[in-house]
């Protein structure tokens, strides 16, 4: 019944404390977009500011050749810059 009462950005939140997570695999859990998955992880950074908790990204990183300097570490990029492979897996959330 609380989880019921809970947001999903609290949801969201709670399940990164336990576990490291993609936002694909947010997105899944919790039944909404990727794209919401990633707003809500912004918010949630935003609101760790002035604790003792942090959001943490491993960056993505391309399956072919390892490259994992992305300019942006949060969204997933469609191909790899350095070798142009499109397998290129998603960052990963925790809050520690």
């Known amino acids: 019944m609380r989880a019921e009462r809970e947001t999903t950005r609290r949801r969201i939140a709670d399940y990164l404390r336990r576990e490291p997570a993609a936002p694909g695999t947010l997105a899944a859990e919790f039944g ?3 794209g919401t998955v990633l707003s809500h992880v912004e918010h949630i950074s935003k609101s760790l500011d ?3 908790e ?3 990204v491993a960056p993505p990183a391309c399956r072919e050749c ?3 300097e992305f ?3 949060v969204n997933r990029p469609s191909r790899c810059p350095e070798c142009k ?3 290129v897996e998603e960052p990963t959330f925790t809050i520690r």
């Open 71 to 73: 300019d942006d570490l």
């Open 50 to 52: 002035g604790t003792d």
């Open 85 to 87: 492979a499109e397998s």
């Open 54 to 56: 942090r959001l943490l």
């Open 66 to 68: 390892g490259f994992d």
């Open 32 to 34: 909404v977009r990727t």
